[in-house]
């Protein structure tokens, strides 16, 4: 997993939504898919259920989520 990565799976699990993200994050939506995809992949595990236009954060995610928190905080301190 790299930085980037985490960096772009915690502003989806923000928004809820990849376009918003990947435009907050100041890349392209197909770029931010390609690399949520990736992180699924590594880990073996989806992230995100994807319903339409619509996510929710999985339970898995919802851990990733957790931990990236934790990991960020610390960064700031």
Known sequence: MEFRQLEYFMAVCEELHFT?????LGITQPTLSHQIKALE????????DRVGKKIAITEAGLLLKEQG???FGNLKS
Do not use: Q, S
């Open 20 to 24: 918003r993200a990947a435009e907050k």
């Open 69 to 71: 928190t934790k990991i």
């Open 41 to 48: 992949d590594e880990i073996g595990m989806p992230l995100f």
